[in-house]
């Protein structure tokens, strides 16, 4: 049985930092490229970046790709976002997810998916 689990999630002041992670298990972690989207209550989930498996490289939205960065630990069966600079805007649920692609681009092509983590940016 597959599972992703978020932690790192809570209440940040404007301008501070957070790192997420998200701990896998029951899946050969190494062969399976790891992203993460968030979601607004009435929102659709936005996809924030992706690390594919096969070359290491990863890939941001626009929105984030100058705080956001994305790592993993294949070790530990582990991913990362390292988010700086947090803007109220970036309140959210956030997930992340697996996929077996190399370059997955669409949320219809993630396997896998956590319950999520709550960010709130506020002071």
């Known amino acids: 049985q597959v599972q992703l689990v978020e932690s790192g999630g809570g209440l940040v002041q404007p301008g501070g930092s957070l790192r997420l992670s998200c701990a896998a298990s029951g899946l050969r972690f190494s062969l399976y490229s790891m992203a993460w989207y968030r979601q607004v209550p009435g929102n659709e989930r936005e996809f924030l970046g992706f690390k594919s498996y096969r070359d290491g490289r990863a890939s941001y939205a626009a929105s984030v790709r100058d705080r956001f960065t994305i790592s993993r630990d294949n070790a530990k069966n582990t991913v990362y976002l390292q988010m700086n600079s947090l803007k109220p805007e970036d309140t959210a649920v956030y997930y992340c997810?697996?996929?077996?692609?190399?370059?997955?681009?669409?949320?219809?092509?993630?396997?896998?998916w956590g319950q999520g983590t709550q960010v709130t940016v506020s002071s």
């Open positions: 997810a697996a996929s077996g692609r190399s370059r997955p681009t669409h949320f219809s092509e993630y396997d896998y």
